[in-house]
């Protein structure tokens, strides 16, 4: 799977780094479902470069994740 160039554009144009990102999806997915989440720059980082298991799209957080991303 080949870098994920959308997400790295919109973290750039919200001035995110990987660690920002993770803590923004971690407040949402605590304000979403109650819990907080658990999500590290390491995460982020496969995200990124395509290494993860299954595609962002089909993944059961893909929702909180965009909703992360939404926020400004």
Known sequence: MGANVILKGRMNELGLTQDGLAHRMNIALDDLGGRPGDVSAR??????????????????????????????
């Open 43 to 72: 995460t982020v980082r496969s995200l990124l470069n395509g290494s993860t298991g299954r595609s962002a799209a089909r993944a059961p957080h893909s929702k909180r994740y965009s909703a992360a991303l939404s926020r400004t």
